[in-house]
């Protein structure tokens, strides 16, 4: 083996058998907790409220850099609690690409699901509608029917909004540019502004 070729080779083994521990490392210090391992493609932005929780589970990988996906990414993957309590859990070999999840109650995404680039997930409207509090009021606080749940085996198209309440059953599609304002039957394939079920899965 050619001597530029062997030190390739064992550069690339040692960063690809130490990036698990490197990235579950990094998760850790941020105040995420990992059960398993973990891989980071480049480095997200991690947000921990005190007194609340994000869990990832075995398998999962975030992407917070354009090399790890083929339809590159926007911005880093963010993960942000706003207030104790708040809960973001990330099942089983979940993935997910230049996506943001702000949680105040709690997000729940199972095992196996793709979230596309940049898709937003979030279960606060930030502000009050009314204008004469917007900018004047703190974040409102949030309700238990706020949270939102995503099943297993879902796949969530790039640039697609999920807005608070939302259920989405397990293996649904929902098309790219999607913003989902209500919950969506297990098995189909949904799309649209706001997303309506096209139509089931065999």
């Given amino acids: 083996m050619h001597l530029f070729s062997a030190m390739d080779y064992y550069v690339r083994t040692f960063f690809w058998s130490n990036l698990k521990f490197i990235s579950n490392t990094y998760l850790r210090l941020y105040g995420a907790k990992v059960a398993g391992s973990v891989t980071l493609v480049g480095l997200p932005i991690i947000s921990v409220k005190k007194l609340s929780n994000i869990y990832l589970h075995d398998g999962v990988k975030i992407v917070s850099n354009s090399t790890g996906t083929a339809l590159g990414v926007g911005r880093r993957t963010i993960l942000r609690t706003l207030f104790e309590?708040?809960?973001?859990?990330?099942?089983?070999?979940?993935?997910?690409?230049?996506?943001?999840?702000?949680?105040?109650?709690?997000?729940?995404?199972?095992?196996?699901?793709?979230?596309?680039?940049?898709?937003?997930?979030?279960?606060?409207?930030?502000?009050?509608?009314?204008?004469?509090?917007?900018?004047?009021?703190?974040?409102?606080y949030?309700?238990?029917?706020?949270?939102?749940?995503?099943?297993?085996?879902?796949?969530i198209g790039a640039r697609s909004i999920i807005l608070k309440g939302v259920k989405i059953g397990n293996g649904c599609v929902i098309g790219a540019g999607s913003v989902v304002t209500s919950s969506l039957p297990s098995m189909t394939i949904s799309a649209g502004n706001p997303a309506k079920v096209l139509k089931k899965i065999n």
Avoid: W, Y
């Fill in 85 to 140: 309590g708040a809960t973001i859990t990330i099942g089983q070999d979940s993935g997910l690409s230049g996506s943001t999840i702000t949680c105040a109650s709690k997000i729940i995404i199972g095992k196996r699901c793709l979230i596309g680039a940049d898709v937003l997930i979030m279960d606060t409207d930030f502000h009050p509608v009314k204008h004469e509090t917007r900018n004047s009021v703190n974040l409102p």
């Fill in 142 to 155: 949030p309700a238990e029917s706020d949270r939102i749940e995503i099943g297993d085996d879902v796949f």
